[in-house]
């Protein structure tokens, strides 16, 4: 399903872009805009925000026509010109851009225009599925005596890590889907099928060769590596702009303060018709994040929204995000302010 960008936004995103590719090779700020404008910058920069936009009067959209209308407002130092002072060409451009973007400011200032920000709902899938969470299943030497099958005690799920994030996202995604098979699987139990329908995998390379097998297939340009400065994990890389860039956790007094979390949507490199979504982190705090970033009732309307806003009709994208930990447990991340590094890629069809 995609999502459905509100008329506030259609606004914003035209007063932008008409600012930044009105006329290219002229490099236009928000700064010298407003001061034409006769208005603030900070107001033309509410006007053109597509996080939270702000509705500028009629008279403030009409000048906004009135200076793009013409090349004149920028030969020399911005201005705006006497609506008189137009050509022909000129005002008739300017009475088509006007009407435009009142049309667009007419629809944003319906009732609840701005209330909602976006039609996403993540873990909805609008087919049959099924859906397969796959989980890695921790080492021996780490596992509760529980975990063992000769315990008269024997617990299945102590075998499993980021079992917290199993059990959040488990419960929400059959919430989401009601009527659709919904599985998790260890590692080691995965069998060809379960991997056709929707796949979530969760936590990172180490103990899980199903992550690190499919993550090569997608080729994301977000990697999980050794580093020999940390011994309790793995952390991310990107390549941005030629430059490998790492994204490493925080530490104080000695305690995890902040974590690394990955939250990526690709289709099914085994089923186009199927999604992969990643759940990572460099420890289970930052799994656990990535999980609660659409999952928590406070915060996951926010951070769809941020998703819808930014990446629209990708196909793909993928967001790293801090992840905070007091007291030892991961506090859900906001992408408003907690985005380290994103990535999408539209749908070549």
Known sequence: ??????????????????????????????????????????????????????L????????????FAT??????????VPLDSLTPDE?????????ELLRLRAAASKPSAGDVVAVRR????????????????????????????????????????????????????????PTMDVFYKADPNIVPDDLSGHVILLGGIIWNDVTKDLSDMVDLP?????????????IFVADIDGSERRFLPEWKDNKLAEDVGLLARVPNPLNSNRTLTICNGIHSSGVLGAVRSLTDARLRESNEGYIA?????????????????????ALTPDFKK??????????PQ
């Open 91 to 99: 005002c008739a451009y300017y009475e088509q851009l006007d009407a």
């Open 122 to 177: 993540s873990w909805y899938f609008p087919d049959t599925g099924p859906a397969t969470l796959v989980c890695a299943q921790l080492p021996a030497n780490a596992r509760s005596p529980f975990a063992k099958p000769a315990n008269a005690n024997y617990t299945e799920l102590l075998s499993y890590a980021d079992l917290d994030a199993l059990f959040e996202l488990h419960g929400h995604i059959r919430a989401e889907n």
């Open 222 to 234: 977000v990697k999980q590596v050794v580093d020999s400065s940390l011994k309790s994990g793995d």
């Open 309 to 329: 806003e930014r990446f629209r009709s990708a196909e793909s994208f993928l967001i790293l995000t801090r992840v905070k930990v007091m007291k030892g447990k």
């Open 71 to 80: 090349r004149r407002s920028v030969e020399q130092e911005p201005i705006l």
């Open 338 to 347: 907690t985005v380290l590094y994103q990535w999408s890629q539209e749908n």
């Open 1 to 54: 399903m995609q999502p459905v960008a509100p008329a506030p936004l259609e606004l914003a995103h035209r007063l932008g872009s008409l600012r930044r590719r009105q006329w290219p090779d002229v490099r236009l700020t928000q700064k010298a805009l407003a001061k034409a404008l006769g208005v603030a910058a900070p107001t033309v920069a509410s006007w053109e925000s597509l996080t939270n936009p702000k």
């Open 56 to 67: 500028p009067l009629p008279d403030h959209v009409s000048a906004y026509a009135r200076f």
